[in-house]
T-cell receptor
């Protein structure tokens, strides 16, 4: 069983479209994250949820809206896609926030290409 | 503010050693190290929680100098499987893990 799974793995879409990425973890963790990795491999945190509550919201355009229906799921919806949104989006989870275990478990990533 | 990693890239032959450094302008509470192979997700290597702490995993070890606000990752007798991009991460307020820009390590046979 995959610990942190994301779908879809690949998305190719036109500018202006809306898309969603789903993430699920079966590790029993309380905290989930979205990271964006650009073409230069820079990993930047976007959002973090702890037990369905938003705790980190970086300076991300409000076209990006995360939703956590329960602590095992964190989805990312992106409206009005732009060329600069092309990247790999990683979902991750950890237990009780990083301070306790420190270990982030990453999903395989979702590669978004905006044409 | 993201930590600064050096070098940006390093090429080794199998069996050689390497050191990757990570420093921050802010006080560090913990330092995390991850490795990402091409086309894969980052994978946790180790976390150092306090100054002076050293940890090891196989032939990869790390140290944390709290006073100098830096950490170093040591790769000894490198193997082909060590190739990848290494990221250090520092924990900021709100349990936010901020990653450095990464160090590309390539081990050649």
């Amino acid at each position: 069983d995959t610990a942190v799974s994301q779908t879809p793995k690949y998305l190719v879409t036109q500018m202006g479209n809306d898309k969603s990425i789903k993430c699920e973890q079966n590790l029993g963790h309380d905290t989930m994250y979205w990271y964006k990795q650009d073409s230069k491999k820079f990993l930047k945190i976007m959002f973090s949820y702890n037990n369905k509550e938003l705790i980190i919201n970086e300076t991300v355009p409000n076209r990006f809206s995360p939703k956590s229906p329960d602590k095992a799921h964190l989805n990312l919806h992106i409206n009005s896609l732009e060329l600069g949104d092309s990247a790999v989006y990683f979902c991750a989870s950890s237990r009780l926030g990083q301070r306790n275990t420190g270990e982030l478990f990453f999903g395989e990533g979702s590669r978004l290409t905006v044409l | 503010q993201q930590p600064v990693q050096s070098p940006q890239a390093v090429i080794l032959r199998e069996g050689e050693d390497a050191v990757i450094n990570c420093s921050s302008s802010k006080a560090l509470y913990s330092v995390h190290w991850y490795r990402q192979k091409h086309g894969e997700a980052p994978v946790f290597l180790m976390i150092l929680l306090k100054g002076g702490e050293q940890k090891g995993h196989d032939k990869i070890s790390a140290s944390f100098n709290e006073k100098k606000q830096q950490s170093s990752l040591y790769l000894t007798a490198s193997q082909l499987s060590y190739s990848g991009t290494y990221f250090c991460g520092t924990l900021e307020y709100g349990n936010k893990l901020v990653f450095g820009a990464g160090t590309i390590l390539r081990v050649k046979s």
